[in-house]
Each structure stands twice: as structure tokens, then as C-alpha cells.
């Protein structure tokens, strides 16, 4: 039960775009395609941001995406705006539990 | 609408119990899957338990294993979270959230101290 591997922080200044990884084993990222995204503000829930990879719930911007290669998750913003300054987590399910990422702190310049 | 409403933090003594509470709402909470997760004061987000819709099946984070128990009542749309022997490592705001591939509902948290 390891925690998936995120950078503790990335930067970008508005309109550009970033992207965070999240690397994890065959066994959980690269064994299933049930990777998620969270961003949280301080004080406030996560909320969702991508589902199963790549899938965008409804009322998330579209300059949100997501991918997997083997076992490494990404998470791409793009157009970055000030309000996307916050944290992020990745989260894989598995069949025995479900594991977060340690978090990414994006900094928007 | 979507709610969860958790409730029982507080403050607790290194070896006490506490047991927590979270209300259900705006769904039918029988058919979901429902998850603890952990945040620790400036730290990161961390697992703690789930258990499926029915509550046949249940899952611990290893740091958490023999010492908290997950549980459901479907009746009153409840879920709890049972923590024996709590640790000062334990203090974190626990969230209550919905989900089985992925958690898409939160709920806004309870904070459990442990301190003498």
C-alpha cells in the first residue's frame, strides 16, 4: 500500500500549460484503468477533476485532461488561469484498496 | 443534490475510542460504495477504509488495520467509522466520500485531535 509518486510542487504562469505525474506500480496505476484527479483549495473538500483517465465529470473545464503510460498517470492543465492555483492528487483503485498520490502543490505565477 | 454530512470528531486521549458518523443524502446510498480518507494537518490526502454497497466487503490502509472498523446502515443511510486505540498520528480531518472506481462526492470533513 505505497502512495503513487507526484512532484511536490510545479509552477506556470497564466495561459500556459502544465502537467503533474503520478507514478505508480503494475499493480495499481498500471493495472487499472481507474485513475483519478483531485484538485483541493485550501480549507475546502477535493473535488473531482478527471475520472477513469481520461473522462472529465460534468462542469469541469475542458482545459483539464488526463492520460497513462505503463505505469504513470498525467494530469494537464491547460490555459492556466488563477483559479487553478491549488493542490492536486491522483488516486488509483485497486482490488485490495485505493491509494492517493502525495499531492502537488500548482503555483500559478 | 449530493450530501454528506459527517459528525463525531473531537478530541481524544492516545488509546481512547471515537466513532463517526456520516449522513447520507440526494442518493441512494444503498448502491454505492463509501470510503474514509484522511488528512493530517498540512499533509496530503490518505485512505483509510472502504466498503462496498452492501457492506459484505470491507478494506483498511495498514496503518489503520485491527484498530478501526468500517460499517453501514442502509436503513438510516449512515456511514461509520469505529477507531479503537487512536494514536497521536491519527489526528487528520476524516472525510466521508461516495464512489467504488473513484470517489465523486466529498463531504466537508471532521477533525479528530488525539492528545493528552
Known amino acids: 500500500q505505497s502512495a503513487l509518486t507526484q512532484p511536490a510542487s510545479v509552477s506556470g504562469s497564466p495561459g500556459q500549460s502544465i502537467t503533474i505525474s503520478c507514478t505508480g506500480t503494475?499493480?495499481?496505476?498500471?493495472?487499472?484503468?481507474?485513475v483519478s484527479w483531485y484538485q483541493q483549495h485550501p480549507g475546502k473538500a477535493p473535488k473531482l477533476m478527471i475520472y477513469e483517465v481520461s473522462n472529465r465529470p460534468s462542469g469541469v473545464s475542458n482545459r483539464f485532461s488526463g492520460s497513462k503510460s505503463g505505469n504513470t498517470a498525467s494530469l494537464t492543465i491547460s490555459g492556466l488561469q488563477a483559479e487553478d492555483e491549488a493542490d492536486y492528487y491522483c488516486?488509483?483503485?485497486?482490488?485490495?484498496?485505493?491509494?492517493f498520490g502525495g499531492g502537488t502543490k500548482l503555483t500559478v505565477l | 443534490e449530493v450530501q454528506l454530512v459527517e459528525s463525531g470528531g473531537g478530541l481524544v486521549q492516545p488509546g481512547g475510542s471515537l466513532r463517526l458518523s456520516c449522513a447520507a443524502s440526494g442518493f441512494t446510498f444503498s448502491s454505492y460504495w463509501m470510503h474514509w480518507v484522511r488528512q493530517a494537518p498540512g499533509k496530503g490526502l490518505v485512505w483509510v477504509s472502504r466498503?462496498?454497497?452492501?457492506?459484505?466487503?470491507?478494506s483498511y490502509a495498514d496503518s489503520v488495520k485491527g484498530r478501526f472498523t468500517i460499517s453501514r446502515d442502509n436503513a438510516k443511510n449512515t456511514l461509520y467509522l469505529q477507531m479503537n486505540s487512536l494514536r497521536a498520528e491519527d489526528t487528520a480531518v476524516y472525510y466521508c466520500a461516495r464512489g467504488q472506481w473513484q470517489i465523486d462526492y466529498w463531504g466537508q470533513g471532521t477533525l479528530v485531535t488525539v492528545s493528552s
Open positions: 503494475s499493480s495499481d496505476v498500471g493495472g487499472y484503468n481507474y
Open positions: 488516486s488509483s483503485y485497486t482490488s485490495s484498496s485505493t491509494l
Open positions: 466498503i462496498n454497497s452492501d457492506g459484505s466487503s470491507t
